[in-house]
């Protein structure tokens, strides 16, 4: 069966330093890959997505990037982090067309100092 | 642009009650629409999914949601809540004919009193 995994779970940063969040998937080859950020009241974010290694699209002008350097493995990056990048961040799996969901991580908590 | 709408930020709802949670949305094709649930500090979980056909739709953990087109509408609704259901739940409309990206709504979370 397919698993995702994303780490660390909880995460405080002080201002200006950097980031690295990690999603891994197994058990499926090739998956379409997603960012999600979730701010308090806001819902969703859609960050960014992947659906190869090397290809990132990118939602929305930000502090962030992201690289797909295999497969399976989805990171998410800041070289100095804002105090507005606070937020849960969530990573997705998914497959070509709607008919199978998105299979998300348990976020990480990320706090901004 | 495509978007999703959830009117009601917080709801209470007695154990046993009923629960309706709306969702409306703004798409120019036929849309494919969801229905999340989230616990504390968890990722989301689908609970189901409309893309064609019956207009009501059934998932798990006792939910139903029916798509109404001429109202642009894809509210949820469970006839008995549990205290369990106690989460945030998230109608989300999938865009894009090659990414297939999802758009959600702001979420509702539900409160369950004894």
């Known amino acids: 069966s397919q698993t995702i995994h994303q780490w660390p779970a909880t995460l405080v940063q002080p201002v200006g330093s950097p980031l690295s969040l990690e999603c891994t998937v197994e058990?499926?080859?090739?998956?379409?890959l997603y960012w999600y950020r979730q701010a308090a009241g806001r819902g969703l974010q859609l960050l960014f997505y992947s659906v190869g290694i090397g290809q990132i699209s990118s939602e929305v002008p930000q502090n962030l990037s992201a690289s797909r350097p295999q497969d399976r493995q989805f990171i998410l990056s800041s070289k100095k982090l804002l105090l507005s990048d606070s937020g849960f961040y969530l990573c997705?799996?998914?497959?070509?067309?709607?008919?199978?969901?998105?299979?998300f991580g348990n976020g990480t908590r990320l706090t901004v100092t | 642009a495509q978007s999703v709408t959830q009117p009601d930020i917080h709801i209470t709802v007695s154990e046993g009650a009923s629960l309706e949670l709306r969702c409306n949305y703004s798409?120019?094709?036929?849309?494919?629409l969801f229905w999340y649930v989230q616990s504390p500090g968890q990722g989301l979980q689908l609970l189901l999914k409309?893309?064609?056909?019956?207009?009501l739709v059934q998932g798990i953990k006792g939910f139903e949601a029916e798509f109404k087109r001429s109202q642009s509408s894809f509210n949820l609704r469970k006839p008995s809540v549990h205290w369990s259901d106690a989460a945030e739940y998230f109608c989300?409309?999938?865009?894009?004919?090659?990414?297939?990206?999802?758009?959600f709504g702001a979420g509702t979370t539900v409160t369950v009193r004894a």
């Open positions: 989300a409309v999938g865009i894009g004919s090659n990414d297939y990206k999802l758009s």
């Open positions: 798409y120019g094709a036929t849309p494919y």
């Open positions: 997705a799996w998914g497959r070509t067309g709607f008919n199978s969901p998105l299979h």
């Open positions: 409309y893309f064609s056909g019956d207009t």
């Open positions: 058990g499926t080859s090739n998956p379409n």
